[in-house]
């Protein structure tokens, strides 16, 4: 990830555009500021005057920035605007982190997940002479920007509950069961979706948010060698990389609103300080 320095700057695949002193200079940014488009479920009265309202969502959001390239003591503009028109490129899959300073963010710089779109240069006079005038636009999927340091906590068994016998048999016994809790500070003001990675051994683990009273119940036996990994934004499950959809047996996805959200973590067959749940996250704006 590359750092930036400047305020109104920005770097796309580690190549920073902006700031004082760069042969690229902003103009004009459109789009990162605003809301978003809604997608709303409105529809008509049939044979009566208005709407019946529906609820509201966030679509994607549209980002189009306008910058000049100019000639500095690395090469001329031509060389660099084909630096940079190598970078802004188009991607069949997937989103680039877009980084992102402004001034007075609570961290030092913030981002969000785009892929370009188009990319606008107009060959005039003042191209000749070493004033190329470009407009990118980026399109992101999750119109929510993100700020850049990723925060995490750990939800680590540190002692069984269960009941101990004094004696030794030649049986063995599942270890008990603990809950342990968590809490996840979004200083954001949008909803963020964490990720959760389940290290076993653990059986038929459960992960929720008291806060919201909404929990994930999974089945199955997992070992200390075993990843179970949850995305609560994309609602995906895999095991050691690979989808496993199929082990959520019941419960409500969660997220974390703006502020403290209570996580937990519980199952059966733990092992203390070995058995834990770490949840990894963004504080989230719109």
Not at 27 to 40: A, F, Q, T, W
Not at 186 to 205: S, V
Not at 208 to 237: P, R, W
């Amino acid at each position: 990830m590359t750092t930036l320095s400047q305020v109104y700057s920005f770097a796309f695949k580690n190549q920073v555009f902006g700031g004082a002193g760069s042969p690229y200079q902003i103009l004009s940014v459109d789009g990162l500021e605003s809301l978003p488009g809604i997608r709303n479920q409105d529809d008509n009265r049939g044979y009566h005057d208005g709407m019946f309202t529906g609820r509201d969502f966030l679509s994607g959001r549209s980002i189009s920035i306008i910058f000049n390239t100019f000639g500095d003591a690395n090469g001329s503009a031509q060389t660099n605007y084909n630096t940079i028109q190598s970078i802004l490129l188009p991607q069949t899959s997937g989103t680039t982190p877009l980084f992102f300073k402004f001034p007075n963010i609570p961290t030092s710089e913030q981002f969000v997940d785009a892929r370009v779109r188009s990319l606008r240069t107009t060959v005039d006079p003042n191209y000749t002479y070493g004033y190329i005038t470009s407009q990118v636009e980026f399109f992101c999927p999750d119109p929510n920007y993100y700020n850049s340091n990723l925060q995490t906590a750990n939800m680590l068994i540190s002692a069984a509950l269960g009941r101990t016998y004094n004696r030794t048999f030649n049986y063995t016994y599942g270890g008990g069961s603990s809950t342990v809790t968590t809490t996840i500070q979004n200083i954001g003001w949008a909803t963020t979706y964490p990720t959760i990675t389940i290290q076993g051994p653990i059986t038929n683990p459960i992960i929720g948010n008291t806060t919201t009273g909404n929990t994930l119940n999974f089945t199955g036996t997992y070992s200390a060698l075993d990843t179970l990994e949850i995305d609560l934004y994309n609602q995906l499950i895999t095991l050691n990389g690979n989808p496993a959809r199929n082990l959520l047996v019941s419960g409500t996805w969660f997220d974390a609103p703006p502020g403290n959200s209570n996580f937990f973590f519980t199952g059966s067959s733990t092992l203390a300080g070995t058995t834990q749940a770490t949840v990894s996250w963004y504080s989230a704006y719109i």
